[in-house]
């Protein structure tokens, strides 16, 4: 009943910049905590950077002063505006979000979400 639909991956040179964009679509009551991973291959998935409701935010220490995380609540979507991008930065980027789902008249029920992921690659 939720999907996440990511956008924005594509080819770049290093140096570049590309934004990726998630919306969340379904029967949402609310989305607490929005995150971007990323799988490179042969790698495990990993934090890139999150957000909170609130708007509070943490980066894994890559990313730090290169990536922006950013949410857009009442259109449900969350960005990523990644500059100088380095080959290192190539993976496969997932989007991931804790929503609320609205399942009775007085109930609600707490889901972890995952989109579909979109690749980014950046050249040397």
């Known amino acids: 009943q939720v999907q996440l639909v990511e956008s924005g991956g594509g080819l770049v040179q290093a140096g570049g910049s590309l934004r990726l964009s998630c919306v969340a679509s379904?029967?949402?009551?609310?989305?607490?905590?929005m995150n971007w991973y990323r799988q490179a291959p042969g790698k495990q998935r990993e934090l890139v950077a999150g957000?909170?409701?609130?708007?509070?935010?943490d980066y894994v220490d890559s990313a730090k002063g290169r990536f922006t995380i950013s949410r857009d609540n009442a259109k449900n979507t969350v960005y990523l505006q990644m500059n100088s991008l380095k080959p290192e930065d190539t993976a496969v980027y997932y989007c991931?979000?804790?929503?609320?789902?609205?399942?009775?008249?007085?109930?609600?029920?707490?889901?972890?979400?995952w989109g579909q992921g979109t690749q980014v690659t950046v050249s040397s």
């Open positions: 991931n979000a804790a929503i609320k789902t609205k399942t009775g008249a007085w109930s609600v029920r707490m889901g972890d979400y």
């Open positions: 379904g029967s949402i009551f609310s989305i607490n905590a």
């Open positions: 957000i909170t409701s609130g708007g509070s935010t």
